[in-house]
Every structure is written in structure tokens, then in C-alpha cells.
């Protein structure tokens, strides 16, 4: 897992992260991001993470195609990352189950 995030690792992307780190509410990540990416980009990420959020559900491509409007290469990229990737989506998915489960 490491070594896979050792090609991204640099000066610029560290400060990137870091300065993602500071952002403390949804608003402020929209003023970050609308600032740092167009609007083509963050449309692409956002449909990505919905499309992991789907899959993490449970639902099979079809549907996933029909709700977000994205490729099946697309989704299967987003699978793979599931799969094989760094367990970013995984971390997300667990902290995002936690905090709804304490706000219950």
C-alpha cells in the first residue's frame, strides 16, 4: 500500500493534503474545491464517489449507470480502486457509518 502512494507523495500534493486537513465544515470544502478545481472536475469526483458509494452498497452496474450517469468503465475503474487500491473508499465508508451510528 505504500509504495502505491509513494509515486503521488511530494512537496505539492503533501501540502495539498494538508491544506485539505484544516477544512472543518461541508461549506468550507465547497469554497475550497470550487476554488481549486472547475466544475467539470468536482462533477467527476463527486460522480465517482457515488459511484463507490453504490458499489459499496451492493448494486450491480446497471443500476449504478441508470443513477449516476456514469460509464461502465468508469465504474469498473472505481471497482478496481475498491478492490486493489489503498483502502481510502473503505476508510471513508467506515468513518462515515461510524459518525451516522453516533448520531443516532
Same mark, same amino acid.
Given at each position: 500500500?505504500?509504495?502505491?502512494?509513494?509515486?503521488?507523495?511530494?512537496?505539492?500534493?503533501?501540502?495539498?493534503?494538508?491544506? *485539505? /486537513?484544516?477544512?472543518?465544515?461541508?461549506? @468550507? #470544502?465547497?469554497?475550497?474545491?470550487?476554488?481549486? #478545481?472547475?466544475?467539470?472536475? /468536482?462533477?467527476?469526483? %463527486?460522480?465517482?464517489?457515488?459511484?463507490?458509494?453504490? /458499489?459499496?452498497?451492493?448494486?450491480?452496474?446497471? %443500476? *449504478?449507470?441508470?443513477?449516476?450517469?456514469? $460509464?461502465? %468503465?468508469? &465504474? $469498473?475503474?472505481?471497482?478496481? $480502486?475498491? &478492490?486493489?487500491?489503498? @483502502?481510502?473508499?473503505? /476508510?471513508?465508508?467506515?468513518?462515515? %457509518?461510524?459518525?451516522?451510528? @453516533?448520531?443516532?
Amino acid at each position: 500500500m505504500a509504495g502505491r502512494n509513494d509515486k503521488l507523495k511530494n512537496d505539492q500534493t503533501e501540502a495539498l493534503m494538508t491544506a *485539505i /486537513l484544516q477544512l472543518q465544515t461541508v461549506e @468550507e #470544502c465547497y469554497d475550497f474545491f470550487k476554488d481549486l #478545481c472547475t466544475f467539470q472536475e /468536482l462533477r467527476e469526483m %463527486a460522480q465517482r464517489f457515488r459511484v463507490a458509494t453504490m /458499489l459499496h452498497e451492493g448494486n450491480v452496474y446497471d %443500476a *449504478i449507470v441508470k443513477a449516476t450517469g456514469a $460509464s461502465t %468503465a468508469t &465504474i $469498473s475503474r472505481v471497482n478496481r $480502486s475498491m &478492490i486493489d487500491g489503498n @483502502e481510502g473508499y473503505a /476508510l471513508v465508508f467506515e468513518r462515515l %457509518a461510524a459518525a451516522q451510528e @453516533e448520531g443516532k
